[in-house]
């Protein structure tokens, strides 16, 4: 089942406006949001607000989710695999980037041993994705160096609200 739901959906020659109700992706918290896409003649826009009916936020959202609708857009994205640094960038195969990584990963194993090499993977992996990452650098690369931005997410905003408000831990 899908589970965005489209709130509202209306055209006129001119222009047409869809109001989705989704979920925020950066944390756990899992707010709910709001997304309104205005199609016009003059182009699109995205405003993306808390959904005040969402058990998690009941409409409030933090500084990242309030910001969601500005990191919209392909522009500035990496879409393929890349060697090089900089301004001398080149696209490259898949094949050849992950041949290229196992081969760095194995001549660091087999200079400095297994824990010479760690893993910092993203926050917003699927349980099954954490699953299938920590299988493979506990069981096959035989090292315990993996720790997510789980961890740190929200820990900027907990130091900014302590200095701010002067919580107490
Ligand atoms: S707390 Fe912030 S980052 Fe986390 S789901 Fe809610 S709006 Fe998104």
């Given at each position: 089942?899908?589970?965005?739901?489209?709130?509202?959906?209306?055209?006129?020659?001119?222009?047409?406006?869809?109001?989705?109700?989704?979920?925020?992706?950066?944390?756990?918290?899992?707010c709910?949001?709001?997304?309104?896409?205005?199609?016009?003649?003059?182009?699109?826009?995205?405003?993306?607000?808390g959904?005040?009916?969402h058990?998690s936020n009941?409409?409030r959202?933090?500084?990242?989710?309030?910001?969601?609708?500005?990191?919209?857009?392909?522009?500035?994205?990496?879409?393929?695999?890349?060697?090089?640094?900089?301004?001398?960038?080149?696209?490259?195969?898949?094949?050849?980037?992950?041949?290229?990584?196992?081969?760095?990963?194995?001549?660091?194993?087999?200079?400095?041993?297994?824990?010479?090499?760690?893993?910092?993977?993203?926050?917003?992996?699927?349980?099954?994705?954490?699953?299938?990452?920590?299988?493979?650098?506990?069981?096959?690369?035989?090292?315990?160096?993996?720790?997510?931005?789980?961890?740190?997410?929200?820990?900027?905003?907990?130091?900014?609200?302590?200095?701010?408000?002067?919580?107490?831990?």
């Amino acid at each position: 089942m899908n589970s965005i739901q489209n709130l509202e959906h209306s055209r006129s020659d001119q222009a047409e406006t869809i109001i989705t109700k989704t979920t925020c992706p950066y944390c756990g918290v899992g707010c709910g949001v709001d997304v309104t896409v205005n199609h016009k003649a003059q182009g699109t826009t995205v405003q993306v607000a808390g959904d005040f009916e969402h058990p998690s936020n009941f409409g409030r959202l933090c500084i990242k989710g309030s910001n969601l609708a500005d990191t919209l857009g392909l522009e500035t994205r990496v879409l393929h695999p890349m060697f090089g640094r900089k301004n001398h960038r080149k696209v490259t195969t898949w094949d050849a980037a992950i041949e290229k990584i196992a081969d760095q990963f194995q001549a660091c194993i087999d200079q400095h041993g297994r824990d010479s090499v760690a893993f910092y993977v993203s926050g917003q992996l699927l349980t099954e994705d954490y699953y299938v990452v920590n299988k493979f650098v506990k069981g096959y690369l035989g090292t315990a160096n993996i720790d997510t931005n789980s961890r740190l997410c929200m820990s900027s905003a907990v130091a900014a609200h302590k200095r701010a408000f002067r919580a107490l831990s």
